[in-house]
Structure formats: C-alpha cells, structure tokens
C-alpha cells in the first residue's frame, strides 16, 4: 500500500510537525508558571548541547520535551511502530535515541542536569508536576 497522500501533500503535513512552541512544550511551561518559576526558565538555548527546550540556570536543569513517537518512547504511541517504510522509521529512532544519550551525557559533563518530559507524561499533570518539583529542589522559589 503506497501513501495516502501525493508527495506534495505529505511535505505540507510533514512541515507541520513544529519543533519549537508544541502542545507539550506549551503544557510544561504553564506548569513551570504555576510552580512560581514562570520567569525563571530560558527557551532553547542553543550554546547548551541538544538546544534544551526549557533550561533554568539556576537550577543547572535542561529540560527536554520528547514526542513519544520521535524519540522511541516505550509507551503505547512510542513503541508503535509505523507499518510503512519500517526500516527507514526504525533507523531514524533509534539514531534519534543515539544523539539524545549523546546530548545527556555532555550536558552532564558539563555540570547540568538534564531531565526528559515525555508526551505521554503531561496527560498526568500531578505526576509532572511532582517531578518537576523534585528536579528544582522546591516546590516555589521567591
């Protein structure tokens, strides 16, 4: 079976696919604002490795929201694996899981603390934001 969409149409759809400003980004921001850290955060700071989404500094955290599809997430969207073109798509996740090891491993070297938020996670907002609360180190900075 072949694309349900001309080649043209798959290139619009595919350049919908943002990498900056999603859904899941958007969510963890206004639970960074509700835990009172609202102005405390950087977005995508590109002289740190991996260009994190959200970085606090004075925290040392970067913080990195994954598509569970993207990034081989072992949820129920993540490990689904597409039916069409199968060993480009498994390829592409896992080099994609390559970089993001890579990515932690020199943030670390660095001195930051590196925390992934998945997709999937945000559904549970008390579980997120808990997390959240104990890679800051407190639930409300002054």
Same mark, same amino acid.
Request: proline letters at 5%; a positive charge.
């Given at each position: 079976m072949s694309d349900v969409f001309t080649p043209e149409q798959r290139s619009a759809v595919m350049r919908r696919v943002k990498a900056q400003g999603s859904a899941a980004e958007l969510a963890l921001r206004r639970l960074l604002r509700?835990?009172?850290?609202?102005?405390?955060? +950087?977005?995508?700071? #590109? !002289?740190?490795?991996?260009?994190?989404? =959200? $970085?606090?500094?004075s925290a040392r955290l970067a913080v990195f929201v994954h598509g569970c599809f993207w990034h081989g997430h072992d949820c129920r969207?993540?490990?689904?694996?597409?039916?069409?073109?199968?060993?480009?798509?498994?390829?592409?996740?896992? +080099?994609?899981?390559? #970089? !993001?090891?890579?990515?932690?491993?020199? =943030? $670390?070297?660095?001195?930051?603390?590196?925390?992934?938020?998945?997709?999937?996670?945000?559904k549970d907002t008390a579980a997120t934001t808990a997390r959240l609360e104990a890679a800051l180190g407190r639930s409300r900075r002054a």
């Amino acid at each position: 079976m072949s694309d349900v969409f001309t080649p043209e149409q798959r290139s619009a759809v595919m350049r919908r696919v943002k990498a900056q400003g999603s859904a899941a980004e958007l969510a963890l921001r206004r639970l960074l604002r509700a835990l009172g850290w609202g102005r405390r955060y +950087r977005l995508n700071r #590109r !002289d740190l490795p991996g260009t994190p989404d =959200l $970085v606090v500094p004075s925290a040392r955290l970067a913080v990195f929201v994954h598509g569970c599809f993207w990034h081989g997430h072992d949820c129920r969207r993540g490990a689904r694996p597409p039916k069409q073109n199968a060993d480009y798509w498994a390829v592409k996740i896992a +080099r994609n899981r390559a #970089r !993001d090891a890579q990515v932690r491993a020199k =943030l $670390v070297a660095q001195g930051w603390r590196p925390l992934v938020v998945w997709e999937c996670e945000l559904k549970d907002t008390a579980a997120t934001t808990a997390r959240l609360e104990a890679a800051l180190g407190r639930s409300r900075r002054a």
